[in-house]
């Protein structure tokens, strides 16, 4: 989460697990349909951003950082 003008943004990171394709048009539905699946269950448009396996971080545990809340509120 990030605020930019007054307005937090969330910015959903996806990775790529077993999936390749440089079907720059198969790619952005992809992120249109996570995008409106998650807006239909948490009513907020996040910004979907499609990352390559491994590219997500993991802390000591291997567990995945899940949330990275990144507004300054003060």
């Not at 959903?12 to 699946?37: K, N, P, W």
């Not at 996040?46 to 990144?70: I, S």
Request: no cysteine; proline share 3%.
């Amino acid at each position: 989460l990030v605020t930019k003008d007054a307005v937090d943004i969330m910015t959903v990171e996806v990775e790529l697990a077993g999936m390749f394709t440089d079907d720059y048009s198969r790619l952005q539905e992809l992120a249109r349909t996570i995008t409106r699946l998650l807006k239909d269950e948490i009513l907020i448009t996040p910004k979907v951003k499609l990352v390559p396996k491994g590219t997500l971080a993991v802390n000591d545990d291997k567990k995945a950082v899940r949330v990275k809340d990144l507004r300054k509120l003060f």
